[in-house]
């Protein structure tokens, strides 16, 4: 059985990749994080038109389940880029994140509903 890859690993073959065809250039931070947000809308774009139920489905269908993990791909390889061009650690980011979200936002109960944080607008 093959070991699954990490974040690491795709990074350096995601860096390797870039580097072998002379890509570097390109990769500022600003034209990556431009192509994680075309990424991001061509998966927003698979769902865009669906019901809520249809929406839980869409692996079902083998067509579109390819559709939607190649967008994921797409726009896990674009964050993973960007971070690693700002030298950013995505799981360090990510783990910080929710530290702050669980002070921000203790569970239901946990403390007076008058001194409980409402959730974000959006």
């Known amino acids: ?10 990074q350096r073959r995601l860096a390797e990749f870039a580097a072998a065809r002379n890509w570097q250039p390109y990769h500022t931070p ?18 865009q038109w669906l019901t809520p139920e249809e929406s839980s489905r869409v692996m079902a269908d083998p067509d579109t389940a390819h559709r939607v993990t ?10 993973l880029q960007f971070c690693d061009v700002l030298g950013v650690d995505p799981l360090a ?29 959006e």
């Open 1 to 10: 059985m093959t070991e699954p890859p990490d974040l690491a690993r795709l």
């Open 70 to 79: 190649d967008e994921v791909a797409d726009v896990l390889a674009y964050l």
């Open 30 to 47: 600003k034209n990556l994080v431009a192509a994680l947000s075309v990424e991001a809308s061509e998966l927003v774009e698979i769902f």
């Open 93 to 121: 980011a990510l783990a910080a994140k929710i530290d702050r979200n669980e002070r921000r936002f203790p569970v239901p109960g946990a403390q007076d509903a008058a001194e409980r944080p409402q959730p974000p607008e």
